[in-house]
């Protein structure tokens, strides 16, 4: 925790450079950003949700992204809800990737378009058998979600056999245990990290998934001055198919490293 205290207490005086000096809170910070006007930022630190395959992918996706701006991005590892809180309150300086509208309950991130990645909901089980046709299907089970994971909360919504686990590998060794019936997560991620367990004898995907949900990064609002500059590469790489592509060639290498 420590270490991560140190990345997050960085993260907080990385700057925006050319960006207003209204938006810093000390002299110092605002005259070296006014100076360096024509630059970017050296790092920009964001925060990742702790072992999700899916993170990853959008992490790699970004970090092409800015660096064709040369800037370099690094990751605070951290779990699903802590990490919109550390974003939003302006710890780390934004989000991989999230659902759409989160900005209407954490008003200080700002969503960034196009999307960059998508993911899609799927209920994995050990013996159930059923025919999936969007979350009411499922309403009648006893639901596993990571906590904090916008998707999986808003999909379940009203539901009342709902349990929440910190992490995606403890929500794996719960449905292992049966403690609920199925559990739902990204069919990618949830992929990766059975097979990562040797579980997937055992544990398997019901298809098709729930839905399919575009993702979109979001930045801090004291880097409101870049957004443009992001916004323009990642529609780039959009509308030239490269980013379809990169997120193709992320996804069967994380398979494949795991055998």
């Known amino acids: 925790m420590a270490d991560m205290a140190d990345r997050i207490s960085t993260a907080r005086r990385l700057l925006v450079l050319g960006a207003p000096a ?7 910070l605002s005259g070296l950003a006014l100076a360096q006007s024509s630059a970017t930022l050296a790092t920009i630190f964001l925060s990742r949700l702790a072992r999700v395959p899916d993170q990853h992918v959008g992490g790699e996706i970004l970090r092409e992204v800015y660096a064709r701006l040369n800037i370099k991005i ?22 991989i990737q999230r659902i759409a509208n989160i900005s209407k309950d954490y008003p200080a991130l700002i969503q960034l378009s ?30 596993g979600i990571v906590r904090g994971v916008g998707s999986s909360e808003a999909g ?4 009342s056999q709902v349990q929440r686990a910190t992490s995606l590998s403890d929500l794996i060794e719960m449905l292992d245990r049966d403690r609920f019936d199925l559990l739902v997560t990204d ?19 019901i298809l098709p998934p729930l839905q399919r949900i575009y993702v979109y990064h979001y930045l ?27 997120r193709a060639k ?7 490293q795991i055998g």
Do not use: C
């Open 220 to 246: 801090h609002e004291r880097h409101r001055v870049l957004i443009p500059r992001i916004e323009a590469v990642i529609q780039q790489m959009t509308e030239s198919g490269e980013l379809e592509q990169l």
């Open 250 to 256: 992320l996804v069967s290498e994380m398979l494949q």
């Open 22 to 28: 209204a938006l810093w809170g000390t002299s110092w």
């Open 156 to 159: 379940t919504r009203g539901m």
């Open 187 to 205: 069919l990618f991620s949830g992929r990766v990290e059975i097979k990562k367990m040797h579980l997937e004898s055992r544990i398997q995907p």
């Open 74 to 95: 690094d990751f605070i590892d951290v779990e699903a809800k802590r990490a919109l809180a550390l974003s939003n309150a302006g710890e780390t300086d934004g989000e």
């Open 114 to 143: 196009p999307p960059i990645n998508y993911i899609e909901p799927t209920v994995f089980t050990t013996t159930l058998k059923f025919d999936v046709q969007g979350w009411e299907s499922i309403r009648d089970y006893q639901i």
